[in-house]
């Protein structure tokens, strides 16, 4: 019983360790490409990966993004003076680039991912607006703005407080292919982020997708400023043996890094086994003497 009790705890010991150490081995690497920060131009007036034109129009021309795993951290801000306001903005990694249209600007029908911040309500019952929804597109799925995309949902919430907000508005965007895919924001308090959704099942997204972010308005309107871009290029470094390509991490790091929690209980551990191990010879060693004794 008492082996058996052993080797359960020292399983689930490993177990946990395992999964600590591979949330501790995420590591990032920012994408040159794919970041805006203030002052968005260089010293001679102009932007080495965005263009800008028109009525300020910021889009990754020709630089798609091809990284497996990725983060995407935006600050942005929706505001205005009018009591009625519309429609929202969104964020864009599709196969296309660069289509004017009518979902929040961009070309419907899109193939990729869309990010919606949506904050004028048409027609969705039981749902408090400004309301914030990915969507999956195919290529041939067309979005219902009559029903504020109901029926294409893949994922979303409720997000009251991202108008207007007093505190710096940002969303981080985590993508890591065939394992999750994690929206978070932050409106409430500087700092703290507020989970959306989260999924262990993501969608597909092209291999070579692009960037960009566009936003509408009509009737009624208001202003969507995007203030900074923060893309980086995830990647997991390897606990043991040879490191992970272009890392620039080996086992050392890894080592350093990686679970003092998870090396804390296997110490226990072996405590427990060695304290079982001597229990149980000690006990052999008594029925063995008093046998002897017997004869």
């Known amino acids: 019983m008492l082996k058996s009790t052993l080797s359960a705890l020292w399983l689930a010991t490993l177990a946990w360790g395992a999964n600590q150490a591979e949330e501790d081995n995420v590591k990032s690497i920012g994408l040159r490409t794919h970041t805006l920060v ?6 001679d007036m102009q932007s080495r990966w965005y263009d800008f034109g028109g009525d300020t129009i910021i889009r990754t021309d020709q ?3 091809t990284a497996t795993n990725w983060e995407i951290e935006v600050e942005y801000k929706i505001h205005g003076k009018n009591q009625l306001y519309g429609d929202g903005f969104a964020m864009w990694l599709t196969k296309e680039r660069g289509k004017v249209g009518p979902v929040f600007g961009s070309a419907d029908r899109f193939e990729g991912l869309g990010i919606f911040f949506d904050t004028y309500k048409n027609n969705r019952p039981g749902v408090v607006f400004p309301y914030v929804m990915a969507m999956v597109g195919d290529g041939k799925t067309s979005y219902d703005k009559d029903t504020d995309g109901k029926d294409t949902e893949f994922a979303g919430c409720s997000a009251r407080g991202i108008r207007q907000a007093s505190v710096p508005t940002k969303f981080r965007l985590t993508y890591f292919q065939d394992k999750y895919l994690k929206l978070e924001l932050q409106y409430k308090s500087e700092g703290e982020w507020t989970l959306c959704f989260e999924t262990n099942e993501p969608p597909a997204i092209p291999q070579v997708a ?7 308005t009509g009737e009624l309107s ?7 871009i923060n893309a980086k290029n995830l990647y997991t470094s390897q606990p043991t043996g040879k490191p992970t390509p272009g890392s620039g ?7 350093k890094e990686g679970g003092s929690w998870t090396w804390f209980f296997f110490k226990v551990i072996f405590f427990f086994m060695v304290i079982g191990g001597g229990y149980v010879g000690y006990t052999a060693w008594r029925t063995n003497k008093q046998r002897s004794h017997r004869f």
């Open 38 to 43: 203030q002052p968005y131009l260089d010293s």
């Open 63 to 65: 630089v798609p993004l």
């Open 210 to 216: 692009y960037l960009g972010f566009s936003a509408e």
């Open 222 to 228: 208001d202003n969507h400023d995007i203030i900074s």
């Open 249 to 255: 991490r080996g086992k050392k790091s890894a080592t």
